[in-house]
């Protein structure tokens, strides 16, 4: 079996829903989770909110996709160049790593291009390598090419070493 990762669009706010429907087909399935900080007139509570907008993630054969479509709340599978996009293995574990060592993480769509490599020496994310799309103060951003977002969270500059070629 080759299984690879894919992305499909759900109807809006269907996220949770989709990711349930999918389970109940047996199809295994990831939907980032965040933990947010609401906060009403009357209290304060943390809510788990869907990281990605609309997208749940699927671990099916292509063949497969088809069948996934049918689920109530798939609106469709996003493409690139005409194919179901592959979402990495090692870009799904890297969401899932960064989720669990961070709460309040935040998306802003992709739209810079850097080159200078990095490499994280501490913490959850260490010995991964990266381009660098932004440092300031504290904040250092990561790019998810494939998906084409970037997480960012507060990390120590410290933590964060030129790599070396």
Not at 17 to 23: G, P, Q
Not at 67 to 77: A, C, M, S, T
Not at 97 to 102: N, R
């Amino acid at each position: 079996m080759n299984q690879n990762w894919y992305a499909i669009y759900t109807k809006p706010r269907w996220e949770k829903k989709v990711a349930d429907n999918l389970t109940l087909h047996n199809v295994s399935n990831y939907c980032p989770l965040n933990k947010v900080l609401k906060q009403w007139s009357d209290r304060r509570k943390t809510v788990l909110e869907p990281l990605f907008t609309s997208y749940v993630f699927v671990h099916v054969e292509e063949k497969q996709l088809s069948e996934v479509k049918k689920v109530n709340g798939v609106l469709h599978i996003l493409h690139w160049l005409g194919k179901p996009a592959i979402i990495r293995d090692n870009e799904i574990e890297l969401i899932r790593q960064f989720l669990s060592e961070h709460q309040h993480v935040k998306l802003e769509k992709d739209q810079l291009h850097f080159n200078d490599k990095v490499k994280i020496n501490s913490g959850s994310l260490r010995e991964r390598e990266g381009t660098v799309v932004a440092v300031k103060n504290n904040r250092v951003k990561i790019a998810l090419p494939s998906l084409g977002y970037i997480m960012y969270a507060e990390v120590e500059s410290a933590s964060i070493v030129k790599a070396t070629d």
